[in-house]
């Protein structure tokens, strides 16, 4: 137990710093963004706002550029990525938890793809995507699947399900490596106490070892669908929203928006809605992941 | 029942799929940088070829456009994690160490900040760091970086802090010490590994991050990950370069890692997950 005098200055000033630089550094984009709504403003044409235009960058946010369908795209990309990534993770977890020989090789080898940039994901994969001649497309058609012409990244049925690849492929591990170190940390006593009033493997699993790692895989899962609800690098380098609007995300349409047509105004509007989805969805997870926190 | 053998069999017969899936991309590109350029993009892709190092030469020694990326990679990301330390130990620390009523907050704001979308930020930092004529410095990419090395490191910190014994402190304090000097004497240099391993996890998530160099950093301040771009846009794409480029990259935060071990675990979650 830690009983302090709660109104000691010290620890209050030992926080001001961290919270006042994160504050002005976020303080600032915010309200520079959320004045720049109302205005409208082309970077190319001003170096200032030009004309104040009330809401009607936010009605463009829905009319002019494609809000609606980057918004599905992230939501197919988080929930879809964030589902496949935990049970291929869970499913290596096991294996690794086997604690055979070699075990500590296999956790090395898994953590690489973790450690690389994701811009640098999105080239790996570019090259394996090639049409033809890359390693994925060529395997892929040698087992007897048909590569659209214009390439894995050039279709729009399958220019979304290949970033999806990429990024399953960097970060599965995590999962993978984080859900192994909670089975190993699953008490055995327990393990064996099921075993012997005749759990199968199947029930041990879904009835014992899931419930004592939920605490774990909430948090994980959490962290995994944000990143991906934030996807922007892989995007950029493997599709650019593409072919039309495909694949193009929510960070990927407004970067589209403010730093390749340089419409500040409306991409300050849409910055706005994105942090009051974002703000929504994030208050929603830490109030299911942290709920029983000890602080 | 399945023998022991048998299952031992089947678990890494299952695996090594699995391994090659995750380590072959990365040693498919490894072997881009070191091939012939004509043998990039042959139908059947050609798995023997003569190695040279010709790509490496180009990029880091002859004319070694690359050579100054690395460097800018190594000082933005050093600067970012350095500039952080001691916002996040004082942080960390007092979190760690008194009962505050803002604590659970404190500690929500500064992990979703983690989970925000950094490209939200950027658009208006990117048209004030234009006008304070600061675009193209080391220096924005390090101050904007904060909002990601900052909050992190304050999460991972206090689970080491957590991890030091209140009463080594409590006993510095009845002997008559200050706060100050208990902390900067006692928990400090038990907390160093801590401060380590966080200070290499910042590292590599500053070396790895693209979004703000992309827009902040310009032909002379680029950063390393940024240099695979640059023979992305030129005409004729050189992908030896970009392989020689991405490898180089990858080196670091994979050694970093490597060194890390146990760690890992509690790095990626922020602190939350123990391991």
Redesign the interface.
């Known amino acids: 137990m ?3 005098l ?1 109104r ?1 200055p ?3 000033l ?2 001001a ?3 006042i ?2 504050f002005s ?2 303080i ?3 309200g ?2 959320l004045v720049n709504s109302f205005y409208f403003w082309n ?1 190319q044409t001003s ?1 200032y706002p030009v004309q104040f235009i009330g809401l009607s960058n936010y009605q463009m946010v829905f009319q002019i550029t494609p809000f609606m369908d980057s918004l599905r795209n992230t939501l197919i990309l988080s929930i879809g990525g964030t589902f496949i990534e935990f049970w291929f993770g869970m499913g ?1 977890a096991l ?2 938890n ?1 604690q ?1 020989r ?1 075990m500590t090789i ?1 956790r ?13 994901v999105g ?3 570019r ?2 995507f ?1 049409e ?4 994925f497309s ?1 395997l892929l058609t040698g087992l007897g699947f048909a590569v659209p012409e214009r390439g894995l990244l050039g279709s729009s049925h399958t220019a979304l399900a290949s970033i999806a690849v990429a990024d399953i ?1 960097e970060w ?3 999962f993978a ?2 859900l192994y ?2 089975l190993l940390s699953v008490p055995e006593e327990i393990v064996d106490a099921a075993r012997v009033d005749g759990a199968s493997r199947v029930q041990m699993f879904w009835r014992i070892i899931l419930p004592l790692i939920k605490p ?1 895989a909430v ?2 899962i ?2 995994r669908f ?2 991906l ?2 996807m ?2 892989l995007v ?2 493997l599709t650019r929203g593409g072919p039309g609007t495909a694949s193009r995300t ?2 990927y349409n ?2 589209y928006e ?2 390749v047509n340089y419409n ?1 105004g409306l ?2 509007a849409m ?1 706005w809605l ?2 009051v989805i ?2 929504i969805i ?2 929603v997870y ?1 109030l299911i992941a ?1 709920k029983d926190w000890e ?1 | 029942m399945r023998t022991p053998i048998q299952q031992k069999l089947l678990v890494y017969l299952a695996l090594l799929p699995v391994l090659l899936f995750f380590i072959g991309p990365i040693l498919w590109f490894l072997a881009l940088a070191l091939r012939p350029p004509e043998t990039a993009f042959t139908v059947p892709p050609q798995f023997i070829f003569t190695p040279t190092l010709k790509a490496f030469e180009y990029t880091f020694l002859e004319p070694g456009n690359n050579r100054n990326q690395l460097l800018n990679s190594v000082i933005v990301s050093s600067g970012a994690t350095l500039l952080s330390l001691p916002f996040s130990v004082s942080a960390a620390y007092a979190l760690s160490r008194f009962q505050l009523r803002a604590k659970r907050f404190l500690m929500l704001w500064y992990i979703s900040l983690l989970m925000a979308p950094p490209i939200v930020f950027l658009i208006p930092y990117f048209v004030v760091m234009a006008r304070l004529g600061w675009v193209g410095t080391h220096a924005s990419m390090i101050i904007v970086l904060q909002t990601i090395t900052i909050p992190f490191s304050i999460w991972l910190l206090k689970s080491f802090f957590d991890e030091v014994p209140d009463e080594l402190e409590e006993a510095a304090l009845v002997d008559g010490a200050n706060r100050l000097q208990a902390l900067l004497r006692i928990t400090l240099p038990l907390a160093l590994p801590g401060i380590i391993v966080t200070s290499m996890f910042a590292f590599v998530f500053s070396w790895n991050n693209t979004v703000f160099p992309l827009v902040l950093s310009n032909q002379r301040t680029a950063t390393l990950p940024l240099g695979t771009l640059s023979y992305f846009a030129t005409t004729g794409v050189t992908w030896n370069y970009i392989a020689a480029t991405a490898i180089v990259t990858m080196i670091p935060p994979m050694i970093i890692f490597l060194l890390l071990g146990r760690y890992i675990v509690r790095g990626l979650t922020f602190g939350a997950v123990k391991g």
Do not use: H
């Open positions: 830690r009983k302090r709660p000691q010290l620890p209050y030992m926080l710093p961290s919270v630089v994160l550094l976020i600032y984009p915010m520079f963004a970077l170096p290596i294996l690794l086997s055979l070699g296999a090395t080898i898994l953590i690489m793809p973790t450690t690389v940039a994701p811009i640098v080239f790996l994969f090259y394996m090639y033809g001649s890359g390693l060529w492929w599965t591990p995590f490596i984080v170190a909670g774990t948090i994980i959490m962290i944000m990143q609800f934030n922007f690098d950029f380098v929510l960070s407004l970067y403010g730093l500040i991409a300050a910055t994105i942090v974002v703000t994030i208050n830490i942290f602080w």
